[in-house]
Structure formats: structure tokens, C-alpha cells
């Protein structure tokens, strides 16, 4: 569920899977761009949106910068704001910086949202 920039509805898409890549599209099981990310907000069609959410159970399959993957979950939810990857507002990882961000992080290549392993 993409969750809008202003007052407007919460636009709920579905798919088998969607990742993040690390060129900033957020991509569906036939490659094709379902939304991109830039200056913080997810763009998905004509709107902006400020964050998205997954309901589980969620399982991230995440490729860190050395190319090495690594499956993690499952999760009840997960939300993705400001380059962040939380679940309860606990930090998992990031898919990019953004802001001050006040410690070195390591971003993620590539992350997979599955609903299994």
C-alpha cells in the first residue's frame, strides 16, 4: 500500500513479488517499473508518495553492495520510507540516504519483498 504525500488515498498494488533495485525502480515479477524513487518520495504514476507498506508475512531476499544475498524474515509488515526498510519502526536496512542521516550506512543493491522463501 502506497501511502500518499498529502490527504489523498492510500493506493493499494498488488503483485506475485516487487523488489527495489538499486536504480531506484521498485519493479514487478516481469521487470516492468511499477514506481521510481527520487528526492524521497516514490513516484508511481502522476503522484508522489512518501512511503509504502507490505503486510505479511513478508520475507526480504536483500544484495548488499559485495553482491552476496541473504533472506530475512518473515516479517508481520514492513514499511519503506526515506530510503529506510523498518518493520514496527525497527530498522532493517536502506535502499538509499537521504537527509542527515547521522551514521555510515550500507545500502542494499537490491531487495526482493517475497511471501516465501
Not at 104 to 114: G, H, K, R, S, T
Request: some cysteine; charged content about 25%.
Amino acid at each position: 500500500m502506497f501511502h500518499p504525500e498529502r490527504a489523498d488515498s492510500a493506493i493499494l498494488v498488488r503483485g506475485a513479488y516487487f523488489r527495489i533495485r538499486s536504480d531506484g525502480t521498485l519493479r514487478g515479477p516481469d521487470n516492468a517499473v511499477a514506481a521510481t524513487y527520487t528526492d524521497g518520495f516514490w513516484k508511481l504514476g502522476p503522484r508522489r508518495y512518501q512511503a509504502f507498506e507490505c503486510a505479511g508475512p513478508i520475507y526480504l531476499r536483500v544484495t548488499g553492495k559485495d553482491g552476496r544475498r541473504e533472506c530475512i524474515g518473515p516479517y508481520d509488515s514492513v514499511k519503506v520510507v526515506e530510503g529506510a526498510v523498518l518493520t514496527h519502526d525497527s530498522w532493517l536496512g536502506a535502499h538509499a540516504t537521504r537527509g542527515g542521516l547521522g551514521f555510515p550506512v550500507d545500502l542494499w543493491q537490491e531487495i526482493a519483498f517475497l511471501t516465501s522463501t
